[in-house]
């Protein structure tokens, strides 16, 4: 049997700072993560310069921790992947760095990756036999894509949002309506309490109706508005109603377009990814219209879901054994995009 290749990867593009061991993209021996969500409630949204001084603070500590828990020592590891972009480029450059520094001293390869791959990445730990062609969607803080990954490292993107990713929407409205950062889970968690048909708001059109794209700005403003509205007239507002049918618009509009994408590239295999993958309602409307059309419908555990390492490794070794490694004056890349070196 081939030898098992071990990567160690470090991710720090936005607010949390991770660490991980894997073994053969697929095995996940430490996933350690340290989460700054706690200092950047009180800004109501992550402050790109704070989030660098802490990501400096304990990246060692991560790395160490990442390491005494897969029981490994630097000697055993194969190679260190690390996210350098797309992300906050002050965040990026300190995993960057580091993980550079590692390389150099250990005498192993570098592995620059996609934040956006390495969530993709995170149904291969997932799923152990899961293999390209399938559709993804990706649904993040930063981030929401249609892609149609044919094979490792090769992304066509089928769809993408216009202006704010889903995450970010979830974000913002939840602001809005006073429940604090980070919004989504917030908003899932009232929404349970509230009637989703209460409150139609509208879905963006675009001139071309074969478009895959989203678009969330509107919907976002259509809350403010509603908001608005009802204290001018000093009427109660439901909030509960408010995060539940805001969701149903958001999630409506991500499962149609995830359902025509498929069904465009005659797949049955549809992988979710990002941190809005967290979101229960999603998951569930997801399943339904998977059992509705028979196509399989794939979700990472909530921890991998998330920002974590641990899919920043999964993806470095599918880049590793295609013989892609990266040079020591890799840069951080703040806007990289899908299936860019
Ligand atoms: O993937 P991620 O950890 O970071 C980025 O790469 O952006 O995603 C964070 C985003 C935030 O916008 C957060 O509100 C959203 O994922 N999120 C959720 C849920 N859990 C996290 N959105 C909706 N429902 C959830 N349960
Ligand atoms: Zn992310």
């Given amino acids: 049997m081939d030898k098992d290749i071990k990567i160690l990867a470090i991710e720090s593009s936005c607010d949390e700072t991770s660490a991980a061991v894997v073994v053969n993209g697929r095995q996940v021996l430490s996933n350690i993560i340290s989460s700054q969500i706690d200092i950047h409630k009180k800004f109501g949204g992550v402050v790109p310069e704070v989030a660098s001084r802490k990501h400096i603070e304990v990246i060692s500590i991560v790395v160490k921790q990442a390491m005494e828990e897969a029981q490994i020592t630097f000697e055993d590891i194969d190679g260190v992947g690390v996210t350098y972009g797309p992300g906050l480029v002050g965040a990026l450059l300190v995993g960057l760095q580091y993980a550079k520094g590692l390389a150099y001293a250990l005498h192993k390869p570098l592995i620059g990756v996609n934040h956006i791959e390495g969530h993709i990445s995170a149904n291969f730990i997932q799923y152990k036999d899961l293999k390209p062609p399938f559709v993804c969607l990706v649904v993040s803080g930063g981030h929401t894509y249609l892609v149609y990954m044919k094979d490792h490292g090769k992304f066509e993107v ?160 599918f880049e590793y054994v295609r013989g892609n490694t990266s040079s020591l004056s890799l840069n951080a890349v703040p806007n990289l995009k899908l299936g860019e070196r």
Avoid at 198 to 225: C, E, M, Q, W
């Fill in 158 to 317: 089928m769809g993408q949002t216009r202006d704010d990713a889903a995450g970010e929407a979830y974000d913002k409205v939840a602001r809005a309506i006073g429940l604090g950062y980070p919004g989504g889970p917030k908003i899932d968690k009232l929404a349970r309490e509230g009637n989703s048909e209460t409150i139609k708001f509208p879905r963006a059109n675009f001139h071309d109706d074969t478009s895959l794209d989203f678009s969330f700005s509107g919907l976002k403003s259509a809350v403010l508005n509603y908001l608005n509205q009802k204290e001018m007239k000093k009427e109660l507002i439901n909030r509960a109603d408010v995060a539940a049918s805001f969701q149903k618009a958001v999630v409506s509009f991500l499962a149609d377009n995830s359902l025509k994408a498929c069904n465009l590239k005659h797949v049955d295999k549809i992988a979710v990814a990002g941190g809005v993958a967290a979101n229960t309602c999603l998951r569930e409307t997801l399943i339904r219209m998977g059992h509705e059309n028979n196509i399989e419908v794939l979700f990472p555990d909530f921890v991998l879901c998330t920002d974590n390492a641990a899919m920043i490794g999964s993806a470095a070794y």
